[in-house]
């Protein structure tokens, strides 16, 4: 997408999409005061379906994430890089076992709780990831040639800008703030009358943004000093870049590093999807945790088997031109959580109303935001038609019903 150029697009939906919206989401969280689909249907009885959506996408984001997760899990070993990987895609048990081994992690730890799994394993895991980081980046930037890869990330090449690209930086940032999954809505449900809902949302953007730039660094330099294609997806990450510390001093030892951090990283989202659909269940059905969340999980891994298995031997299955793993893909960045978004401005705007949000945002006036009034007419007219006008236009097959 131009390199610096989608960088750029980035960073401009982080502050004008991004932030808006992880303050929207957290109002509604703690004004529901539930999950997802009970905050939505405590503030209007008949938006609770924007909920259900949120619940559903939070449930194929996972069944296909968890993929990603059990190959973070096997390739952070000590192993060759792209023959390994072929290898491990062909073989039909070596990816489903990795694939519930990486379920498994992330079932103990929301069956745990809020403080006791969730907190408790980000407050280890999240200051790892960013030492973590910081070595990978000395490493990858100090490389001979890595001074192209700096310029590839940061020299905007405006020309490759197109709606697809506008529509791929806007999924990003929704999938990487969690937003239109109900994972926002659902933390928002735990923050207590006091907090700060503006600077906890900025400064939730904020750090998530400084990583997301760290591991371009980490990443990027090292792809362009041994002379491989900066290809997206998974063949960067699980056949590339191991190739890449394959021919690196100590390679192996930065490899482990690296996918250790990743690993962490894929932790923390999966624990976050897993959260919306066991909180659901536990308000709706009235189950313990503890059953939810290896129930939710359970049917979770029965739809992403598929997933796991169309880069092997289902590869050459396809639905619309789209392998299974594709097919979640697309669906959850380029449908369900643009669409969400949409939803989650109107809701706001027109349907619970600016003022009852307002307070919300501010409790009850009590803290500063003087954004406010920005923030509102952002939520209410700017942001619906900006997303919707992407979303249209970044879709091919919306585009030929206009025809």
Same mark, same amino acid.
């Given at each position: 997408g131009g390199g610096g150029a989608f960088v750029l697009v980035y960073l401009i939906c982080i502050f004008l999409v991004g932030i808006p919206l992880i303050i929207a989401e957290i109002s509604i969280g703690r004004a529901g005061g539930k999950d997802a689909f009970g905050s939505y249907k405590a503030l209007n009885s008949k938006w609770g379906g924007v909920g259900i959506l949120a619940v559903i996408t939070s449930f194929i984001g996972l069944s296909y994430y968890a993929v990603l997760g059990g190959f973070v899990s096997v390739t952070g070993l000590p192993k060759s890089s792209e023959e390994f990987f072929v290898s491990f895609t062909s073989s039909t048990g070596s990816q489903i076992i990795y694939y519930l081994v990486f379920m498994i992690i992330t079932v103990a730890i929301v069956v745990m709780g809020i403080q006791?799994? !969730?907190?408790? %394993? @980000?407050?280890?895991?999240? +200051? &790892? #990831?960013?030492? @973590?980081?910081?070595?990978?980046? !000395? =490493?990858? @930037?100090?490389l001979p040639g890595a001074g192209e890869g700096i310029r590839f990330f940061l020299k905007p090449d405006f020309s490759k800008l197109t709606p697809g690209v506008f529509l791929s930086?806007? *999924?990003? /940032?929704?999938?990487?703030?969690? &937003?239109?999954?109900?994972?926002?809505?659902?933390?928002g449900a735990y923050l207590g009358k006091d907090q700060n809902i503006p600077k906890s949302a900025a400064s939730i953007a904020f750090f998530d943004t400084i990583v997301a730039m760290i591991a371009g660094f980490a990443i990027l330099p090292a792809v362009f000093a041994f002379g491989f294609s900066p290809e997206s997806g998974p063949s960067l990450m699980f056949q590339t870049l191991p190739a890449v510390f394959d021919e690196m001093t100590g390679g192996k030892i930065f490899g482990v590093v690296f996918f250790v951090l990743v690993l962490f990283a894929a932790i923390s989202t999966s624990i976050a999807f #897993?959260?919306?659909?066991?909180?659901?269940?536990?308000?709706?059905?009235? /189950?313990? =945790?503890?059953?939810?969340?290896?129930? %939710?999980?359970?049917?979770?891994?029965?739809? *992403?088997? +598929? @997933?796991?298995?169309?880069? *092997?031997?289902?590869?050459? !299955?396809?639905?619309?031109? =789209?392998?299974?793993?594709?097919? *979640?893909?697309?669906?959850?960045?380029?449908? %369900? &959580? +643009?669409i969400g978004g949409i939803l989650a401005c109107i809701f706001i705007g027109w349907v619970w109303k600016s003022k009852n949000a307002e307070k919300e945002v501010t409790n009850d006036g009590r803290i500063s935001f003087k954004l406010v009034n920005v923030w509102s007419v952002l939520i209410k007219f700017i942001l619906p038609i900006v997303i919707l006008i992407i979303f249209i236009t970044s879709n091919p097959w919306i585009m030929n019903l206009f025809k």
């Open positions: 006791k799994g !969730i907190e408790k %394993s @980000c407050k280890v895991m999240m +200051p &790892l #990831l960013i030492v @973590c980081l910081i070595v990978i980046v !000395i =490493r990858s @930037c100090t930086a806007l *999924g990003q /940032v929704f999938f990487s703030l969690s &937003l239109g999954t109900g994972a926002t809505i659902t933390y #897993l959260e919306v659909v066991v909180s659901f269940a536990v308000n709706t059905f009235k /189950v313990s =945790r503890a059953k939810a969340s290896v129930i %939710s999980a359970a049917l979770i891994t029965c739809l *992403g088997i +598929p @997933c796991a298995l169309s880069f *092997g031997i289902w590869s050459d !299955i396809k639905i619309a031109g =789209r392998t299974f793993f594709d097919l *979640g893909d697309y669906l959850v960045s380029n449908v %369900s &959580l +643009p």
